[in-house]
């Protein structure tokens, strides 16, 4: 990032995510391949090339019409996806009007930068957490939780925007959906061709057992397609991971330059760090969040970076200052006071009638700190540290 700009290492990762689709589209024709020669084993006595011939040619047979339903599948997804995600997340767009704060805190910053408004939407959910969807600018939107909304203070609040917002300048989201898309098309025929297998086995199984006298390449011929089958199904996730990894730093690297605050983006991952998790939501909405708390095999298949490691770039390359994990109120306990057994208070005078002589001295010395102990809003950049 230092050594060439951030601007070289956008164009850079595009180049590269634009070629990691290629490759993911190219997995499609790999499983067709794959069941081809599953197919072949299971109905023709040959031996391992004849049978390997005939899958080649199956798959030269196939490969329009594999290529012509995964452009449908983008098709319909292209239309659909954001009722689909919304359906999914329970995500409702909001105006003005219902979120002047929100709203307006998006539109500053899509107006300093000429970049059209995208869609402004609320998730009802204690989740931390904020996503972008769509395909262009007429579906662009990008979805915020209500907790995030609580519980952030207007600085990270724009930073998380801004995160977001520039997923959609660098085109993150387009190829992401994308993406989602082709990897849902291999598992789909992942899954089918694995079906059809196992269903087809038990009525070819003697068929298969002559086959192996006879040519000796049919069991070969299924462990081949079958390792195919989980070959394709694995790179299309670890070609996943690769587009949502990288760009994540750009995101954060793209907020700091939209906002010139990098100590507020800092404190909005410390906030939200370990309490992104949306109820019901899939993988690959999860994919699309500012943090996805899922994590893999020690951390081999996570699909974003640490927060810990998303920090310290930040702090190294935007001169931000890190204030370590922020330890955020329960929810029950921000509405303490009007949940607590006392009388709620009269008037800026507190209710000291309602208590004995010595504790009404006592409320009435001790009621200026209160909201200050259950308000959730951040006094700053760094939040509430744990006591």
């Not at 061709?193 to 057992?209: D, H, K, M, T």
């Not at 507020?264 to 994919?287: C, H, N, W, Y």
């Not at 500012?290 to 927060?307: K, Q």
Request: proline share 6%; with cysteine.
């Amino acid at each position: 990032m230092a050594a060439y700009g951030l601007y070289t290492h956008i164009q850079s990762n595009r180049r590269r995510s634009i070629a990691l689709l290629v490759g993911l589209f190219l997995l499609v024709y790999v499983l067709v391949y794959a069941g081809a020669l599953a197919a072949a084993a299971l109905s023709v006595r040959a031996d391992l090339n004849t049978l390997l011939q005939l899958a080649w040619t199956d798959l030269l047979k196939a490969a329009p019409l594999a290529t012509l339903g995964t452009a449908a599948w983008i098709v319909i997804a292209y239309y659909f996806h954001q009722s689909m995600i919304d359906a999914l997340t329970g995500g409702r767009e909001v105006t003005r009007t219902e979120m002047p704060r929100l709203y307006n805190l998006l539109e500053n910053l899509c107006v300093s930068r000429g970049i059209t408004m995208p869609k402004l939407k609320i998730m009802e959910s204690d989740a931390l957490n904020a996503f972008s969807t769509g395909m262009n600018d007429k579906q662009y939107a990008i979805t915020v939780t209500t907790a995030l909304l609580n519980r952030l203070d207007d600085a990270e609040l724009e930073g998380v925007l801004g995160h977001e917002l520039t997923h959609i300048r660098n085109g993150d989201v387009r190829m992401m959906v994308i993406a989602v898309i082709i990897a849902g098309v291999v598992s789909f025929f992942a899954e089918l061709i694995f079906r059809l297998w196992f269903y087809n086995s038990f009525s070819f199984g003697r068929s298969r057992s002559s086959g192996d006298r006879e040519g000796g390449g049919a069991g070969l011929a299924i462990l081949i397609a079958v390792a195919l089958l989980v070959l394709a199904y694995v790179l299309s996730f670890l070609i996943r991971l690769a587009l949502s990894r990288a760009r994540e730093y750009l995101a954060d690297a793209g907020s700091v330059e939209l906002t010139q605050n990098p100590d507020a983006m800092i404190s909005a991952l410390r906030k939200i760090e370990g309490r992104g998790e949306l109820p019901g939501a899939t993988s690959a909405v999860m994919e699309l969040c500012v943090d996805n708390p899922r994590e893999g095999f020690g951390e081999l298949f996570d699909t974003h970076p640490t927060v810990d490691d998303r920090v310290a770039a930040l702090v190294k390359y935007a001169g931000g200052h890190d204030p370590g994990p922020i330890a955020l109120p329960e929810p029950a306990e921000d509405d303490a006071p009007a949940a607590s057994g006392e009388p709620p208070a009269a008037g800026p005078w507190g209710a000291a009638e309602s208590a004995n002589d010595g504790a009404a001295v006592s409320d009435d010395q001790a009621a200026p700190p209160e909201p200050e102990q259950s308000s959730p809003s951040s006094p700053g950049p760094w939040g509430p540290h744990s006591r």
